[in-house]
């Protein structure tokens, strides 16, 4: 009965974890991270700027494309784990990119302006 009863208290002595990071029970919990959240979004908005260039700037693009720039940002800003996902990763920007140049030339061809550079030939390039 003893042996339970010390077994017990020492298992619920014992926290898992991060001890920096605190519990949600005592309202802590906060992470090692001291830009937290926001850095990843610092990384995903740089990676859209340098994206979006190549067709006049982030700010300058339509909705729709703006977004598509962002998405692309996000999958070039994640660390796939995996040889598989990584692949996939490559392709969806591929897709993603092809699906914004194909917009660009649409709004060229109705507008009547110069082209603009290319992002895949860019990402193409060893």
């Known amino acids: 009965m003893q042996e339970t009863e010390q077994a017990n208290a020492q298992a619920s002595?014992?926290?898992s974890g991060n001890p920096a990071w605190g519990s949600r029970r005592d309202g802590t919990g906060v992470s090692g991270n001291p830009l937290g959240?926001?850095?990843r979004k610092v990384r995903i908005e740089a990676e859209a700027r340098s994206l979006a260039?190549?067709?006049g700037g982030l700010d300058s693009l339509p909705a729709?494309?703006?977004a598509l720039v962002m998405q692309a940002a996000a999958v070039l800003v994640s660390r796939p784990a995996t040889p598989?996902?990584?692949t996939r990763a490559a392709n969806t920007v591929r897709r993603i990119?092809?699906?914004?140049?194909?917009?660009a030339e649409r709004r060229e061809?109705?507008?009547g302006d110069l082209p603009q550079p290319r992002v895949l030939a860019r990402l193409e390039q060893p």
């Open 64 to 66: 729709i494309d703006r």
């Open 97 to 103: 990119i092809g699906d914004l140049e194909r917009r």
């Open 53 to 55: 260039s190549e067709y």
């Open 13 to 15: 002595s014992q926290k």
């Open 37 to 39: 959240g926001a850095s």
């Open 84 to 86: 598989e996902e990584q």
């Open 109 to 111: 061809a109705s507008s």
